[in-house]
């Protein structure tokens, strides 16, 4: 993909439905009894792969459009797929389905593509064998043989990395287990959401069961929605073995994390003006509002609602304010950084548009996503002319004049969104190598794109 630099972004829009609520929504459903209708399912490629290895677990799914029809199956009513379970790019479907395997009466075996075969799935696995389930890997990596196990015992869990996919997994392996199933996320970081004096802008909103999750909680909503009681009690989470669930209805609200990228281009090109309806508001993962807001950006919210147990709104951004980094010591880390972890590939564009720059720590989780994504990130910056340092666990950006250059996408959706978004700030033309892997999490993100960005001249970009 050629991009060419913009004068500014400007449009009403509404974003495909979020990736991690739509996996959530469809592993979920296929356990219940009854017809489940998802609306605004997402188009993107991890939750395609969810839903072919639900299909050969047995499933019957039915898509259409953004609509996806689930019959449940009842939580322990899978078939023995025929074959490995391809998993794709998609680790929220490896982690969150060897919770759902690990407690079924039939061998599996998960596969992943080359980036997802070299993830840490040790993780998993611990727990998983702490409850009974027996489990072989390569090395701690896909691909991973779920031996049969029909029953499942609960196990009280401190999560060793703060993971939503780890979270979940084991909540979804407690479904099948006999008794209680305990999880605590680990203690807050320094300078996380616990140290007012850091960071006092990213306490994210107490939660109705006065709770603090670290890591999103859609797996404990959807859960709930379907019926599962969920307890939560000063970071702990208890499910029991004993629900069942009920198929309901649910609406997928916009993604945030693909509205981050267009967030950032309005926020930076001056005269930009952005709506974008219908976008999921769950406070485990608008951090990234907070730290646009608390460097100059002017970011409204409005017609907040919650459908189907998640808050949802529209966010409205204009490009017409001084960015500069305002925040105590200018750093993000801490427990931030695990509310933020998706959005730091564009927040690193956006450092390089701000006053006094950014830093970045507490994040070596971004080592082991779709790439390694410290590295990913500074390597492109510094093709871009960026001034930039890497530390093991983040980076330190200053503002810069970016130039455009060749850019590698290192297979990583959010890397080619990123700079693609870079592109429009930057002199000349950027060419973004292998951008079509952006169908991972947002299929017609460059049609959107170019749709919104302007020049004086012909369209920002073009695929050749
Ligand atoms: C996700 C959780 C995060 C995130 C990923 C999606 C999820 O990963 O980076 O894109 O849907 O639960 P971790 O839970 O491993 O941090």
Do not use: W
Request: aromatic residues 4%; negative net charge; hydrophobic residues 40%.
């Amino acid at each position: 993909m050629k991009i060419k630099p913009a004068k500014l972004i400007n449009g009403k829009i509404e974003l495909p439905g979020d990736k991690s609520i739509s996996h959530r929504a469809a592993l979920i459903a296929a356990m219940a009894t009854g017809e489940t209708r998802i609306e605004n399912f997402s188009p993107s490629a991890d939750c395609a792969s969810t839903l072919s290895c639900l299909g050969e677990l047995g499933v019957e799914i039915k898509r259409e459009d953004s609509s996806v029809l689930i019959q449940g199956v009842g939580k322990s009513g899978f078939q023995k797929p025929l074959k490995p379970l391809d998993c794709g790019n998609s680790g929220t479907t490896m982690r969150l389905l060897a919770g759902i395997l690990a407690g079924q009466n039939f061998e599996s075996v998960l596969i992943g593509d080359e980036s997802l075969s070299k993830r840490p799935m040790k993780r998993i696995i611990e727990p998983l064998e702490a409850m009974g389930a027996k489990i072989e890997s390569q090395n701690g990596c896909a691909p991973l043989k779920i031996y049969s196990k029909s029953s499942l015992k609960a196990i009280s869990y401190e999560l060793p990395v703060a993971s939503a996919q780890l979270k979940s997994c084991v909540l979804l392996a407690g479904l099948n287990a006999s008794g209680k199933t305990f999880l605590s996320e680990p203690p807050a970081l320094a300078g996380g959401r616990n140290d007012e004096n850091r960071n006092p802008e990213f306490r994210p909103s107490a939660h109705a069961d006065g709770s603090d999750s670290r890591t999103r909680d859609h797996t404990e909503r959807m859960l709930r929605f379907f019926g599962v009681d969920i307890e939560k009690n000063a970071g702990t989470i208890c499910v029991s073995g004993e629900n069942n669930l009920n198929a309901r209805d649910i609406e997928i609200p916009g993604d945030i994390s693909s509205a981050a990228f267009f967030i950032v281009a309005a926020a930076c090109l001056k005269n930009s003006v952005v709506l974008i309806e219908n976008i999921g508001l769950n406070p485990t993962r608008t951090a990234i509002i907070g730290v646009l807001r608390r460097c100059g950006v002017e970011i409204e919210i409005s017609d907040e609602r919650e459908i189907c147990n998640e808050p949802r709104g529209n966010i409205s951004v204009s490009g017409d304010f001084d960015l500069k980094n305002d925040f105590g010591s200018g750093i993000i880390c801490g427990d931030v950084t695990a509310s933020l972890i998706d959005e730091i590939p564009i927040l690193a564009v956006f450092g390089t548009q701000i006053e006094n720059g950014l830093e970045v720590r507490n994040a070596e989780e971004l080592r082991v996503k779709e790439s390694d994504r410290i590295s990913a990130m500074c390597e492109n910056l510094q093709r871009m002319s960026a001034k930039v340092e890497e530390f093991p666990d983040g980076f330190r950006i200053e503002r810069s004049d970016l130039k455009g250059a060749k850019i590698d996408s290192f297979g990583d959706h959010r890397i080619a969104m990123a700079f693609a978004i870079a592109a429009l700030f930057a002199t000349g033309e950027t060419e973004i190598a292998g951008a079509e892997c952006a169908d991972v999490s947002f299929p017609g993100f460059f049609d959107v794109l170019k749709q919104m960005a302007k020049n004086d001249r012909e369209g920002v970009c073009q695929s050749f």
